[in-house]
């Protein structure tokens, strides 16, 4: 059974939660460690640990069956599949990989991850209970990939976290406190309006009451979850998924570099394993080997790619074409990869309306999402970018790239902040697992967590 993030409910951050489970766990704190976790959450992630391999087991037995009478042996099934796979190796060689680009089509297919209950469980445990979550709902993808993120976040948290508590822990918050907190922010790349909100709000609240270590740093979470979350107060729909039985297009946007490629390779992997029918069009057709690079992200992914051979081509026609097979074909889902540099900036703008101007005349039924794909190692850079492409490309939503060790995940807050945009979808690695739609909460919790590291 795949897991489907499309579908995937929680309450961290205003979606519709799961219901109760039915032996209410102890609420987890936020600040809790392995030392110290509650026995509510310690039975927690023992009962999803358990779920988890008695699922693992139940498929592992269903793939090793004895075949029936009249079918093939294992030892011939095994012969036969050698047999063809040698057959396809030598009928349909590797594609050569372009000069400059990452060797996509070779990473081998991710491994079933074994968990153990450790500390990085646990804290996995800790934010998935929060949201309401069953332990016997929750997936092996979910503990991994918190896991992952937590570790993309590990720069950012070490700068900032620790610091932090430094500051706090001298006691109720004051002025010099506050401005300390301040340098913090700006120095993780939040941005000046969100940092100045920030500081805004604490300032009002340390007016109120004394806040003591723990509560400033859970009030902080607060505040970083609301700013995060406030572009649903503007219109902006949570629930964002492909519409079944209807024709969904999402144009991709950004620069050269950012991985907008890879990112719609990923998006592909992740619709079809959620049951959508998905289309790449590839519309960057002015990148040396740009086709080509997508069309190897769209074989691992399982996905058609609707390009044209010939160099320099007109990206508008490309995505013509793409959306008729796509209505020919009852496709669900079209990812349009366009152009992230041409001659000048003023040429880029004007090929993205060109190309917004195809899909509203020819698709004019579709649901239509327009989004940016940002590098996070950018910092304030990436926002410079954002803010040129916001008004050609009529953008509804950003992706975040790159939130690897190396990056500082306060831009994410800087990003809503200044393009009031929600946060879609956010990549902490290479792999083509490593791109998850974007959960304030889990972000928050992954920002400020205090546990013990986890080893890579």
């Known amino acids: 059974m795949v897991f489907n993030w499309f579908r995937r409910k929680f309450g961290g951050s205003g979606e519709e939660p799961s219901p109760p489970a039915e032996t209410p766990t102890e609420a987890p704190a936020a600040e809790s460690t392995e030392s110290t976790a509650s026995p509510g959450i310690l039975n927690w992630a023992k009962t999803a640990l358990q779920s988890i391999q008695a699922r693992q087991q139940a498929e592992s037995a269903a793939t090793v069956e004895t075949p029936e009478a009249g079918q093939e042996t294992a030892a011939d099934s095994s012969l036969a599949v050698s047999e063809a796979a040698e057959a396809s190796a030598v009928a349909e060689p590797a594609p050569v990989q372009p000069v400059g680009e990452p060797a996509a089509a070779a990473e081998p297919e991710e491994p079933t991850p074994s968990l153990v209950l450790d500390a990085g469980f646990l804290w996995s445990a800790e934010v998935l209970a929060a949201q309401g979550r069953r332990p016997e709902d929750v997936d092996i993808e979910e503990i991994t990939w918190l896991q992952r993120l937590r570790q993309g976040l590990g720069k950012t948290r070490r700068g900032l976290v620790h610091q932090l508590r430094a500051i706090v822990g001298q006691g109720p918050l004051s002025r010099e406190a506050v401005e300390e907190i301040e340098m913090l922010l700006l120095q993780s790349d939040v941005g000046v309006k969100a940092t100045d909100q920030i500081i805004?709000?604490?300032?009002?609240?340390?007016?109120?009451?004394?806040?003591?270590?723990?509560?400033?740093?859970?009030?902080?979470?607060?505040?970083?979850?609301?700013?995060?979350?406030?572009?649903?107060?503007?219109?902006?729909?949570?629930?964002?998924?492909?519409?079944?039985?209807?024709?969904?297009?999402?144009?991709i946007a950004?620069?050269?570099?950012?991985?907008?490629?890879?990112?719609?390779?990923?998006?592909?992997?992740?619709?079809t394993r959620s049951g959508y029918r998905c289309l790449i069009a590839a519309a960057d057709t002015f990148r040396a080997a740009?086709?080509?690079q997508v069309k190897i992200w769209g074989q691992r992914a399982h996905v058609e790619v609707i390009a044209n051979p010939g160099k320099n081509t007109d990206p508008a026609a490309v995505v013509f074409d793409a959306i008729g097979a796509a209505q020919a074909r009852g496709t669900e889902l079209l990812l349009v990869d366009t152009a992230g540099r041409l001659q000048n900036k003023a040429n880029l703008m004007e090929e993205l309306k060109k190309i917004r101007r195809i899909i509203d005349k020819k698709a004019g039924n579709a649901e239509i999402e327009s989004l940016l794909v940002l590098d996070a190692t950018l910092g304030q850079n990436g926002l410079r970018q954002a803010q040129v492409f916001a008004e050609a490309a009529q953008l509804t939503g950003v992706i975040l790239t790159k939130l690897d060790s190396t990056a500082k995940g306060g831009v994410a807050l800087a990003v809503v902040q200044e393009l009031g945009l929600p946060i879609r979808f956010v990549?902490?690695?290479?792999?083509?697992?490593?791109?998850?739609?974007?959960?304030?909460?889990?972000?928050?919790?992954?920002?400020?967590?205090?546990?013990?590291?986890?080893a890579a």
């Not at 950012?258 to 992997?269: F, M, N, Q």
């Open 427 to 454: 990549g902490a690695g290479e792999g083509i697992e490593d791109l998850r739609p974007f959960n304030s909460f889990e972000f928050v919790e992954a920002l400020l967590s205090t546990e013990t590291e986890v």
């Open 254 to 271: 950004g620069v050269n570099g950012v991985g907008k490629t890879t990112t719609i390779g990923k998006l592909a992997h992740i619709a």
């Open 290 to 292: 740009a086709t080509e």
């Open 200 to 251: 805004g709000a604490l300032q009002t609240k340390i007016r109120q009451e004394s806040l003591p270590a723990e509560r400033a740093i859970a009030y902080l979470k607060e505040i970083l979850r609301d700013i995060l979350d406030r572009p649903f107060q503007a219109g902006y729909r949570r629930d964002f998924a492909p519409k079944k039985g209807i024709l969904n297009i999402w144009l």
